[in-house]
């Protein structure tokens, strides 16, 4: 495989992309979001309206980012941001389809994507990363947004300034964005869908598993449907961490904008020192949040390379970290979110694969898995107060947020 057919499919495993143009409204506030900019031309992918926020909270500082520009903002999603790469964490995006006005669905439908992503990506055009982005070899141009508002429902998104965001931060986002759809609409509730990433930190949200200076859920959400949620995490990078390295290190020819569950690895005979590309080091500030162990219900793959030291820690052969456990200690939120528990006020709905086919990807193998996350972490009942439903079909993680069959059982559950 080619270095940037590697680095294109690894990106969408990570899961990225974007590519606009407008003038930015003059600044309103409210009592604690204030709105920077709206765009209402040159918009790609459909969209009608995208506005630009700013949470007013002292809660929100700077995060970091990795130093060589790889999680920068790109094309449409760094223009939405005033130009501007590296966005600060208090700055939030807000996608409005055509008919989030018209539509006749009485409970608007709020979409949170995945780390990595952006709302073009994950829902208005899989395409828009090229081939191999959406989990297959050529990728649709349009999505989940299409299809849902084509239908009567008033449909937005939420687009976030860091794409490995601090959980706490995005879903104080998500909390901010419900309630300016509910003021914008008159709805007295939102539907969300989260998927990946998103789902964790979305049921964060209703959960109100918040810092201090968070808010605390007040009830605006009527159904929460996970996609492809890591109910209770997952440990991909450290199960299969050698191979995961090769797309990160970039003396390996790695350009994947994700955390190496190793701080050094050796390449090309050298030995290459990078914690600040890995879970040690700050430029991933929300991907430790859903780490868990999974060694004990599925075993390790002992036939790649320092499998046990790269899983428990120390140094291998040719790679050197301090293991799971140490990233778990340091910020899972995993059981937190579990103890925190669900709101029976709220039904849970959870939308899972079972085909680790991700092309030219080194998918889930060890378990049952749609590629990233085993299906018994997608579908785990734990925490969650009102189980509503849950379905697993024939697909793989990326193929959730966009496939056929995943979009018509999502309108079901919408009702």
Request: hydrophobic fraction near 35%; include cysteine; glycine fraction near 12%.
């Amino acid at each position: 495989m080619g270095r940037r057919s590697w680095g294109r499919v690894a990106a969408a495993l990570a899961l990225a992309a974007g590519a606009l143009f407008t003038t930015p409204a003059a600044a309103t506030a409210t009592a604690s979001v204030t709105l920077e900019a709206a765009y209402t031309s040159g918009l790609e992918n459909g969209w009608a309206l995208v506005e630009r926020y700013k949470d007013n909270s002292t809660g929100f500082q700077a995060e970091t980012y990795p130093p060589d520009g790889r999680g920068d903002q790109k094309g449409q999603t760094r223009r939405l941001f005033g130009d501007v790469a590296r966005p600060h964490s208090s700055r939030f995006l807000l996608y409005h389809a055509p008919g989030w006005q018209t539509g006749a669905k009485s409970t608007p439908v709020l979409l949170v994507h995945g780390a990595n992503q952006n709302a073009d990506l994950a829902w208005a055009n899989p395409n828009a990363s090229g081939s191999y982005g959406c989990g297959q070899a050529n990728c649709p141009t349009t999505g989940l947004v299409q299809h849902l508002d084509g239908q009567g429902y008033k449909v937005f998104a939420i687009g976030f300034p860091h794409v490995t965001g601090d959980g706490h931060y995005w879903a104080e986002q998500i909390h901010d964005a419900v309630a300016r759809i509910r003021a914008k609409t008159g709805a007295a509730q939102v539907d969300v869908i989260g998927w990946s990433k998103g789902a964790f930190n979305a049921r964060m949200y209703v959960s109100s598993l918040r810092k201090p200076w968070g808010t605390a859920y007040a009830g605006g959400v009527r159904k929460l449907i996970l996609v492809g949620g890591p109910n209770k995490g997952f440990d991909w990078g450290y199960r299969h961490g050698w191979t995961h390295d090769f797309a990160i290190f970039p003396e390996c020819g790695g350009s994947l904008n994700a955390p190496a569950p190793h701080s050094q690895m050796v390449c090309y005979g050298l030995w290459r020192n990078h914690p600040e590309l890995s879970y040690e080091g700050n430029a991933y500030p929300g991907s430790d949040d859903m780490l868990y162990r999974w060694d004990g219900v599925y075993p390790l793959p002992t036939i790649e390379q320092d499998w046990y030291t790269t899983y428990y820690g120390g140094t291998g052969f040719y790679t050197a970290g301090r293991g799971i456990q140490w990233a778990i200690e340091r910020g899972s939120l995993v059981q937190p979110l579990i103890n925190a528990g669900t709101p029976s006020s709220v039904p849970v709905y959870q939308l899972c694969g079972n085909m680790p086919d991700m092309a030219l990807l080194h998918n889930e193998h060890t378990g049952p898995s749609d590629g990233a996350v085993f299906v018994a972490s997608c579908t785990a009942a734990d925490g969650i107060a009102n189980r509503a439903a849950t379905a697993t079909l024939p697909l793989n993680h990326l193929k959730l947020g966009w496939s056929a069959t995943a979009m018509t059982q999502i309108t079901t559950w919408l009702g």
